[in-house]
T-cell receptor, first 115, second 116 residues
Framework: DAGVTQSPTHLIKTRGQHVTLRCSPISGHKSVSWYQQVLGQGPQFIFQYYEKEERGRGNFPDRFSARQFPNYSSELNVNALLLGDSALYLC??????????????FGDGTRLSIL | AQKVTQAQTEISVVEKEDVTLDCVYETRDTTYYLFWYKQPPSGELVFLIRRNSFDEQNEISGRYSWNFQKSTSSFNFTITASQVVDSAVYFCALSEASGSNYQLIWGAGTKLIIKP
């Protein structure tokens, strides 16, 4: 079975542009979470979606948005890119809505570089 | 506020040595969950273990073992007879059952280098 898949693998953008990152969860998983991981740090929670609704949001500006589709795949959108948005963006899926107890399964991430 | 501290930024040992990665957490909740994840150079985070706050039994899985001590708010991870393939960044994470986001709070990670 395929794991969590993310696309693209790498992306280079310039300041002010916008970007869309995509994630396909493990088949049967209905919850998707997004994390930002800056080099040398642990991941920071951005969003959680379950059954196509936002269920949690981390401390990120409104430039960050996301959505989940009927097939449970998800997109993360970032507008007006800043140099500080350069990071590895990780998507994680789990079968049920995150209740704190479930291990999440992570994709390989999208490495976003802002020039 | 919840917090996870991994004081060891980087550890380097020779293959076959035992190594312990430290994790100290802070939480006001009585019900919480602790996790360890491994992140190899490829970037994917690999789930290793989950422990809830009511289960203080230590766990062993092959060469991996975990020591959970509520009295010291620690959840340490030991690799016995380390191998080069164990080289990775290891993260400890905390999740509180009462949190509205049920998000994981991550430590900064410990980079483990196993030299042949």
């Amino acid at each position: 079975d395929a794991g969590v898949t993310q696309s693209p693998t790498h992306l280079i953008k310039t300041r002010g542009q916008h970007v869309t990152l995509r994630c396909s969860p493990i088949s049967g998983h209905k919850s998707v979470s997004w994390y930002q991981q800056v080099l040398g740090q642990g991941p920071q929670f951005i969003f959680q979606y379950y059954e196509k609704e936002e269920r949690g949001r981390g401390n990120f500006p409104d430039r960050f948005s996301a959505r989940q589709f009927p097939n449970y795949s998800s997109e993360l959108n970032v507008n007006a890119l800043l140099l500080g948005d350069s990071a590895l963006y990780l998507c994680a899926s789990s079968f049920r809505r995150q209740d704190g107890n479930q291990p999440q399964h992570f994709g390989d991430g999208t490495r976003l570089s802002i020039l | 506020a919840q917090k996870v501290t991994q004081a060891q930024t980087e550890i380097s040992v020779v293959e076959k040595e035992d190594v312990t990665l430290d994790c100290v957490y802070e939480t006001r909740d009585t019900t919480y969950y602790l996790f360890w994840y491994k992140q190899p150079p490829s970037g994917e985070l690999v789930f290793l273990i989950r422990r809830n706050s009511f289960d203080e039994q230590n766990e062993i899985s092959g060469r991996y073992s975990w020591n959970f001590q509520k009295s010291t708010s620690s959840f340490n991870f030991t690799i016995t007879a380390s191998q080069v393939v164990d080289s990775a960044v290891y993260f400890c994470a905390l999740s509180e059952a009462s949190g509205s986001n049920y998000q994981l709070i991550w430590g900064a990670g410990t980079k483990l280098i196993i030299k042949p």
